[in-house]
């Protein structure tokens, strides 16, 4: 493509002489004879350069200069100056004019200077093409190096949540195969002082201090036999029968068994079911455990009032089961704990309550998290996996 040049002058000789020299140059040649003009073409035609003359009536060539830099930086301009003025020639380069040419010129230095600047414009224009393009490159590689940062710390996360899982699994499963056989060992000698604590009941019957210790004896039986269950509950994968079981009904039911208590120590139960889901395939006796122990922990939080609070919520692929306390939360430091079987706080805690939780969440193909603040309470953030109807 050949390349446009704009003449600019006030004398029409000067016109038609450029024109017939750049023409037969094969240089493409628009006119104009004032700044105003001038700057209307450039605007429309955008040619490559302007050679623009210094002495004009109205709009001087400085002032068209100075309007052609600052609107269209990509035309060049080449000044035609009068002869004799090095003052003028320094203020018309300061100006951002390519070059200069002192008139009267000669055809063959015209062409030249023409050429040369054209060839300085190329260049200059490729290059910040080049620029630009390293810029947009580097804000490229900005916005992937940002997402594969993202990326690397979701999948450590992801890594060491799994890792975690895999712990507390490895742990439950070492649990399962010492508790099985202590509980069995256990209970037998055990069973043994239930009967002879019984036996003797009778015969200290008269004596009502003695036959008290007999009570104590028995309660203190029934205690270690109930924590003898819990810890198989914990360890065990128990026999399940799978059932259609309604989530919201269950939770119902099990807050039921919590109302004499619930009511004694002042707590406010807030339920939120946003959304009724599907009934789930469990075994209904596991799905009330995790809500018993759930419950009882919140309540234990809240012996002086408080607000429980339940929610669940569903989509296609999950329900998501939130049990909140206003209870005195969780220190940090036990946080990674609370699910250990044995990790317990309170005197007469087993500490299988949640990892009795967790035991049967992970059944269900499940998640739980906790989050809390210390003095300030817990949420127990659970989800399921919905099963995909296959018929
Ligand atoms: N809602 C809660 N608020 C504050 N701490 C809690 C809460 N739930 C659990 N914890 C902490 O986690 C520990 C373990 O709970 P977990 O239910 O496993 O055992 P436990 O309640 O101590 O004993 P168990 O449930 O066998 O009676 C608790 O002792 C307590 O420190
Ligand atoms: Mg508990």
Same mark, same amino acid.
């Given at each position: ?215 104590? /004896?028995?309660?203190?039986? &029934? =205690? +270690? ?6 810890? @198989?509950? $914990? %360890? *065990? ?9 309604? /989530?919201?009904?269950?939770? &119902? =039911? +099990? ?6 208590? @619930?009511? $004694? %120590? *002042? ?125």
């Amino acid at each position: 493509m050949s390349n446009r040049i704009l003449v600019v002058d006030d004398e029409s000789i000067i016109l038609q002489l450029a024109t017939m020299v750049l023409t037969s140059r094969g240089f493409e040649v628009l006119t104009a004879q004032s700044g105003q003009e001038c700057l209307d073409v450039v605007k429309r035609e955008k040619p490559d350069l302007v050679l623009l003359d210094y002495m004009m009536p109205v709009m001087d060539g400085m002032t068209t200069l100075r309007h052609l830099r600052h609107l269209h930086p990509d035309t060049y301009v080449i000044m035609l100056t009068g002869k004799g003025s090095e003052q003028i020639a320094v203020e018309v380069m300061k100006a951002g004019a390519a070059d200069y040419i002192l008139k009267p010129f000669k055809n063959q230095d015209l062409v030249e200077r023409i050429e040369n600047v054209l060839r300085i414009r190329r260049i200059e224009m490729h290059n910040r093409e080049l620029r630009e393009e390293r810029e947009r490159l580097l804000s490229e590689i900005e916005v992937w190096n940002m997402e594969l940062e993202r990326r690397v710390a979701e999948k450590t996360r992801e890594l060491e949540l799994a890792h975690a899982e895999i712990l507390q699994a490895e742990k439950l499963a070492a649990l399962g195969h010492v508790s099985a056989g202590m509980a069995h060992e256990i209970r037998n000698p055990l069973n043994a002082i239930g009967l002879f604590a019984q036996i003797l009941r009778p015969v200290l019957a008269h004596d009502t201090e003695k036959s008290g210790y007999i009570d104590k /004896l028995l309660q203190e039986v &029934d =205690r +270690i036999d109930a924590i003898l269950s819990k810890l @198989l509950d $914990a %360890s *065990k994968a128990p026999k399940v029968t799978l059932e259609p079981v309604c /989530l919201i009904g269950t939770i &119902d =039911r +099990i807050l039921e068994t919590f109302g004499e208590q @619930l009511k $004694a %120590s *002042k707590v406010k139960v807030e339920k939120h079911y946003d959304q009724v889901p599907p009934l789930m395939m469990a075994d209904s006796g596991e799905i009330e455990q995790i809500f018993t122990n759930l419950f009882a922990n919140s309540l234990y939080e809240m012996q002086h009032g408080g607000v429980l609070g339940v929610t669940v919520q569903c989509d296609d692929q999950k329900v998501t089961i939130e049990v909140s306390d206003t209870g005195g939360g969780i220190p940090r430091e036990n946080l990674s704990q609370i699910f250990d079987p044995f990790f317990t706080t309170k005197t007469k805690g087993t500490g299988f309550g949640l990892s009795v939780v967790l035991r049967i969440v992970k059944n269900y193909h499940g998640h739980i998290n906790v989050r809390s603040t210390a003095g300030e309470g817990t949420v127990f953030n659970m989800e399921f996996p919905l099963a995909r109807q296959s018929n």
